[in-house]
């Protein structure tokens, strides 16, 4: 879905002006297409899979050129929307991890455990690392998720801040080259495939990294080709043959169509 939704939308958006892509009618399409998967995702429930379902579309919608000014009220809107959302739509559990993002020390054991252990690791790293399975906190399985979700923590612990900078280095580097592979995309077809694959990766990061680092609530977001998992990874190889393949057609032209089907 994660995939589809950047594909679906950037057909979409081939398919209209620019001036309808700013502020029209035409983005109730958009929005119905971001909207039912993430429903459906979230009444699983599965918060964090909608949350980087809808931020992978509103990338999406963005980049197409969506008036700044709609930008503006929408990102108002949800500031006034969500203090109320969480009281009252949330499942208990999913607004407890939230409290517990804001004060994971009134319950070191328990609810704030994960952060807590998290940030133990992180700081126990040190600038080098103590070591390739020399880390405590992971080989004494203080840690929890140590192979998925937290899966960062413990490459702090073994190799650092070096070690860390070093992965993100290397992440930026992906998302650059992705990023400009977009931008000498002719069709916009192609520029909005390449650029929307890309923000799903990069969310994928941002948002791992900062539920690890504790600037984040804790959401089951994997890092991208680090924590273990066959269908995370095979997603995120899928979605850089996808980039590739625009690279290879950059040249190529889609014909273009008033509307969502055409």
């Not at 958006?13 to 971001?34: N, Q, R, V």
């Not at 994971?104 to 390739?132: M, T």
């Not at 992965?167 to 992906?174: K, P, Q």
Request: charged share 10%; net charge positive; glycine share 12%.
């Amino acid at each position: 879905m994660k995939l589809g939704i950047v594909l679906a939308l950037a057909r979409f958006y081939h398919g209209i002006s620019a001036e309808d892509a700013k502020f029209s009618w035409w983005l109730l399409i958009p929005a119905m297409m971001i909207g039912a998967p993430v429903l459906l995702v979230a009444h699983q429930p599965d918060l964090g899979t909608a949350i980087l379902i809808a931020a992978t579309g509103l990338a999406v919608v963005v980049l197409a050129g969506l008036s700044w000014r709609v930008i503006a009220a929408g990102v108002l809107s949800a500031a006034v929307a969500i203090p109320p959302m969480v009281m009252f739509v949330l499942h208990d559990y999913q607004r407890k991890r939230i409290f517990t993002f804001l004060s994971p020390e009134n319950d070191p054991s328990g609810s704030g455990y994960h952060i807590l252990q998290s940030k133990i690791a992180l700081g126990s790293g040190g600038l080098l690392g103590k070591g390739y399975g020399l880390g405590s906190q992971s080989q004494l399985n203080f840690l929890p998720e140590k192979q998925t979700d937290f899966i960062f923590a413990t490459l702090a612990e073994e190799f650092g801040f070096i070690g860390c900078a070093s992965v993100l280095f290397l992440y930026g580097a992906l998302i650059f080259m992705a990023l400009r592979t977009a931008s000498v995309a002719h069709s916009h077809f192609g520029r909005l495939a390449a650029a929307g694959t890309t923000a799903t990766f990069a969310l994928y990061v941002l948002i791992n990294g900062a539920m690890v680092m504790g600037l984040a609530p804790v959401v089951g977001v994997p890092m991208p080709l680090l924590s273990y998992g066959g269908t995370v990874m095979m997603t995120v190889m899928i979605g850089w043959g996808l980039v590739q393949s625009v690279r290879v057609h950059r040249y190529s032209e889609v014909t273009s169509g008033k509307g969502a089907f055409l």
